[in-house]
């Protein structure tokens, strides 16, 4: 199956984790920025790629880099407008990047300008390409300024930023610190997804969605631990894993993300293929592509040879994105039934008619 030319579906990606290792460096020189721990392409690539570095804290580090160099509308544009172009180059046809406004203040760059720099950015790669991009802002659970990022996200609802997320460091930090965040920006109609059950429990996942409101979660894979399962399915639910399943909670999993910040100890053993035939709303995402070094590609590859998924399951892998995602409904409605369905379908029956012939 050539993966990178199916129609893909994208939720959950950072922008600031998803920069061009060149870029970096252009922008670290123009800038003047010499905190950079290598200064060619091969040593940084290198640096960044941490492959399993055993803590989410660790992985986290990579960040201040990149942000560095975000500090200028120009910067994040260009930013924006290559993360469409690599996308698009490697199949994805609808995207919701996140990114934090607040973290690209350091030289006095106001919040506003940060998201519109990001949609500028998107709306060149749109033209280029026909990609659709959405923006998603997030504020981080260790600070404490969440409502100022959604206050700054609501004049742009319908200018392509559709969600609020909660990112950063999971346990110790509760997402219902931030209800009133979470309340004033579904109640202004953002979409809300907050990670959650990435590094902490299960009761983490039920928090952001019983408390907060989410109707996605980003991760969301430690739900496995109310259930028992394997690499094919669930055998045993508990209550929580039972109503994520029913009340169809979109989880936007990302298994190589996971392995790098060594939340399973491999891909066999990492729960997508169970979540998946058990009925739960998961999708395929690629978190951070610069600090995994991974692409959607490689993501939907990893999942159908590891769980032995097949272009209908991948089909339905994308719906579930395309179904969850908080972009223009026709949209996504168009997607789904002129250029995913078919797509897939097609590969399907090239596959079914060579082993016919065999
Ligand atoms: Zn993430």
Redesign the pocket.
């Known amino acids: 199956m050539d993966y990178r030319s199916l129609p893909k579906a994208l939720l959950?990606?950072?922008l600031d984790?998803g920069v061009r290792v060149e870029t970096i460096l252009d922008l670290a020189d123009a800038q003047g920025y010499t905190g950079l721990p290598a200064v060619d392409v091969d040593g940084l690539g290198e640096w960044f790629n941490q492959g399993r570095s055993g803590s989410l804290e660790r992985y986290l580090e990579a960040f201040t880099h990149t942000v560095a160099v975000m500090s200028s509308e120009a910067a994040i544009q260009r930013i924006a407008y290559e993360t469409g172009i690599d996308l698009a180059a490697d199949g994805v046809v609808y995207a919701e990047i996140?990114f934090g406004p607040s973290l690209h203040m350091i030289h006095g760059l106001t919040r506003e300008a940060a998201i519109e720099a990001v949609l500028d950015g998107f709306a060149a790669a749109h033209r280029e390409t026909g990609i659709v991009l959405y923006a998603i802002a997030s504020a981080l659970r260790h600070e404490t300024d969440s409502e100022e990022v959604v206050r700054a996200a609501i004049p742009y609802l319908d200018r392509g930023l559709v969600a609020f997320?909660l990112?950063g460091p999971e346990a110790g930090f509760p997402a219902d610190d931030h209800l009133a965040a979470c309340r004033l920006a579904r109640e202004a109609g953002l979409g809300l997804t907050i990670?959650a059950g990435?590094a902490d429990s299960a009761s983490s996942i039920w928090r952001a969605v019983a408390r907060c409101g989410a109707t996605r979660v980003?991760?969301g894979v430690r739900i496995v631990d109310e259930t028992d399962f394997d690499r094919t399915a669930i055998s045993t639910f508990g209550p929580l894993a039972r109503r994520i399943r029913d009340h169809r909670v979109c989880l936007?999993v990302?298994i190589t993300?996971n392995l790098d910040t060594s939340a399973f100890p491999s891909a066999t053993e990492h729960p997508f293929g169970a979540l998946y035939r058990s009925g739960f709303a998961v999708t395929l995402?690629t978190?951070?592509r610069l600090m995994s070094r991974v692409s959607l590609t490689d993501e939907y590859e990893l999942a159908a040879t590891t769980f032995d998924l097949g272009p209908a399951d991948l089909a339905q892998i994308t719906v579930n994105a395309l179904q969850a995602g908080f972009g223009d409904w026709p949209e996504r409605r168009r997607l789904i039934d002129e250029v995913v369905r078919p797509a897939y379908a097609s590969v399907e029956s090239s596959q079914a008619a060579i082993s016919e012939s065999t």
């Open positions: 959950h990606d950072h984790g996140r997320d990112a990670h990435e980003g991760h936007e990302a993300s995402n978190d951070n």
